[in-house]
């Protein structure tokens, strides 16, 4: 799949370098796990659990997303419990921060999702305090639904604020297409 400046591509089984070199900077991890992502659990069970998702749910998964430069970092289009519902993610390299791509990737997405798989509706989740991360899904068309609280047991720092939840269904996609 192709964005203006994006091209978006499946994982291959030997990428897991590209997933190393993203998940080593606590910066992007601040608002997932807060620390580094071992390059063991990248190799062992990260990636064959993304090659799987692509085996198991033709269109989803997770993309890898370069620019003309090469990776930037990944996008992510995830079954839901509901056959009809998917759910978008996206983590980028620092350095392609403020460019706009994850914005444009995550529109993409989600045309991708109403037109060529058919979804009903396509929700996102992040932390209350990942204010970079609700300003995507606001910029990508998703709307607030709800707060919600999930027990963890070595919580990060702004989990007392919640998670929160965002969506849009086709309805509403389609009519801000016009034009
Ligand atoms: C969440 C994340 C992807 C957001 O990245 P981002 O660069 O802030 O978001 P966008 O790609 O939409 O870029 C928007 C910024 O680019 C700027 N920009 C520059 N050129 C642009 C262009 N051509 N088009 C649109 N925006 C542009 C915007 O003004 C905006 O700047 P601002 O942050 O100063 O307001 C990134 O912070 C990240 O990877 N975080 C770590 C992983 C994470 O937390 N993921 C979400 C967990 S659920």
Do not use: C
């Not at 591509?9 to 997933?19: C, G, T, W």
């Not at 085996?55 to 620019?67: K, R, V, W």
């Not at 430069?69 to 978008?88: M, R, S, Y």
């Not at 047991?153 to 801000?176: K, Q, S």
Request: without cysteine; glycine residues 10%.
């Amino acid at each position: 799949m192709e964005t203006e400046r994006l091209r978006l591509r499946q994982f291959r089984i030997d990428d897991a370098e590209l997933l190393v070199g993203l998940d080593s900077d606590p910066e992007v991890m601040r608002y997932l796990t807060g620390q580094p992502t071992p390059r063991e659990e990248l190799e062992d069970v990260v990636l064959p659990g993304i090659l799987k998702v692509y085996a198991e749910h033709p269109g989803l998964g997770t993309f890898a997303a370069e620019d003309r430069d090469g990776f930037v970092g990944w996008f992510g289009l995830q079954p839901t419990d509901e056959p009809t519902a998917v759910d978008v993610g996206y983590r980028l390299l620092r350095r392609a921060w403020g460019k706009g791509y994850a914005t444009e990737g995550t529109k993409a997405l989600i045309e991708h999702a109403f037109t060529e798989l058919g979804m009903e509706r396509v929700v996102a989740d992040t932390m209350a305090v990942n204010h970079r991360s609700r300003d995507v899904m606001r910029r990508a068309g998703l709307r607030f639904v709800r707060v919600y609280h999930e027990h963890f047991e070595d919580p990060l720092p702004g989990t007392e604020f919640g998670e929160v939840e965002y969506a849009i269904d086709r309805g509403t996609w389609e009519a801000t297409q016009h034009g």
